[in-house]
């Protein structure tokens, strides 16, 4: 794993911050977030069945535009184009999109990385330069989630999370949600954004 440029585990009870570590570092090795994080902050205060989480990402990725992963050509005999896509990863992704504008019907999947739409080459090219495949911010975000959750405490079910241009909040209680702790956690963020330690 990737050393992150800060991991900090703040708890009232000073025994169980090594084991949190742990656990979180188990956890980021296991959601392969070793390179997408790089600043960690956690507060844990068991008296007030308090869990708080924030996170720096180490930069934004762009969503993937169909027209940058694949190639098309025109098949005049069969008046067809023929996509190849060179991203094998985001093709179930790719055949939804084409399936919602073209229908089903109009679109073949004859070999593994090579789609076919009955359509003109033109109303196609278009629609693919600016087709979204893949937003690896919406799957950042849910894995985050899926994060926080691993690594909260059991029987925290009250949670709170957003994720804004590459910082993460996350807070987990027993008890009914308090702003303050929403605000005490965008302050941890604060300090995490100016903590150059």
């Known amino acids: 794993m990737e050393p992150l440029e800060i991991f900090t585990v703040e708890t009232t009870e000073p025994s169980e911050a090594a084991a949190y570590e742990s656990i979180l570092k188990d956890i980021i090795s296991e959601l392969a977030f070793s390179r997408t994080i790089g600043r960690i902050k956690v507060r844990i205060r068991p008296e007030d069945s ?11 990725l762009p969503p993937i535009k169909a027209g940058e992963i694949s190639d098309t050509e025109f098949d005049r005999e069969h008046a067809k184009v023929v996509i190849t896509v060179r991203d094998e990863k985001t093709i179930p992704q790719f055949l939804d999109r084409l399936w919602e504008q073209f229908g089903r019907q109009n679109v073949i999947q004859p070999e593994r990385n090579i789609i076919e739409v009955a359509s003109d080459l033109e109303t196609v090219d278009k629609f693919i330069a600016e087709l979204i495949v893949d937003d690896p911010e919406k799957t950042i975000r849910e894995r985050l989630a899926d994060m926080a959750i691993r690594a909260t405490p059991e029987g925290f079910r ?8 590459g910082k993460f909040v996350f ?27």
Do not use: P
């Open 158 to 165: 009250i949670r709170y999370h957003s994720l804004d241009s």
């Open 171 to 197: 807070v987990a209680s027993e008890d009914t949600m308090q702003q303050d702790w929403i605000d005490e956690a965008n302050v941890m963020l604060k300090e995490l954004e100016g903590d150059d330690s």
């Open 50 to 60: 308090l869990f708080m989480m924030v996170i720096l990402l180490r930069r934004g």
